[in-house]
């Protein structure tokens, strides 16, 4: 993946299977968010491929990758500021149910993200944990097989975040997977499973959060740190 001469990721491979939650973690500017945006088709590829359960959708459309079973959240909040919660939710359903269908995964999208008493509020009144929320239940509320979230716990509170941990394992259970991009290392070590780091966008290392952690490859990524910083 390359921007006029910068390569923004070189090399790098991932294999993601249903059913777990992993972390795509490096410091700023090592192509995490590059990556998702490849994945998702917000960017093409100029090199590799990306396969989807068996398919090449390197040069899929945002739409289809959606269709087929692709659903994110962004760093900076996506969100119908003038629609009420409940529109908002249902713009994440519109292509995944017929109209009868349409309401109730959505009333079961808000319950589970705890949004039905705020569901006809404009999300531009609501906090920011909360409009985050609505973000996530208009990622899921189609049921995709894999969600790829782009810093969902910056500015959250303590409790929101153990709220969306909980969550996160819900969807997981349910058979889906997650790739999670967070600098919150407390978060992510507590969290996912198996993680993949970038730096300078190559791949560095791979592994359980105990053998990354312990990686000094990954230690010297994170400013010459050493284990503390991984926490």
């Given at each position: ?9 070189s ?11 992993y ?27 990306i ?7 390197s ?16 760093q ?10 409940r ?27 705890g ?5 006809d ?26 969600l ?9 509170t ?7 941990s ?9 058979g ?6 967070e ?6 070590m ?27 490859a ?12 991984l926490?």
């Open positions: 993946m390359s921007f006029g001469g910068v390569h923004a990721l090399g790098v491979s991932m294999a993601i299977e249903p059913g777990r939650i972390g795509l973690i490096g410091p700023n500017g090592a192509g995490k968010s590059t990556a998702i945006n490849a994945i998702t088709g917000t960017i093409v590829p100029s090199a590799g491929r396969l989807w359960h068996g398919k090449d959708v040069r899929w459309p945002q739409h289809r990758r959606a269709r087929s079973g692709l659903a994110r959240t962004f900076n909040l996506a969100l119908f500021h003038k629609l009420s919660v529109e908002n939710v249902a713009c994440g359903a519109i292509h995944a149910h017929d109209d009868a269908g349409l309401r109730g995964a959505v009333d079961a999208a808000l319950d589970a993200f949004l039905a008493q705020v569901a509020e404009p999300v531009d009144v609501l906090s920011l944990g909360t409009r985050k929320r609505v973000e996530m239940a208009r990622a899921t509320v189609a049921k995709p097989r894999l790829l979230l782009d810093e969902p716990a910056a500015g959250l303590g409790s929101e975040i153990a709220e969306f909980t969550r996160m394992r819900a969807f997981r259970d349910g889906g997977a997650v790739l999670l991009v600098h919150d290392m407390s978060l992510v507590s969290l996912c499973e198996h993680l993949f780091v970038l730096d300078f966008g190559r791949l560095i290392a791979a592994g359980t959060p105990g053998e990354v952690r312990a990686n000094p990954v230690q010297a990524a994170y400013f010459g740190a050493g284990d503390d910083q926490h």
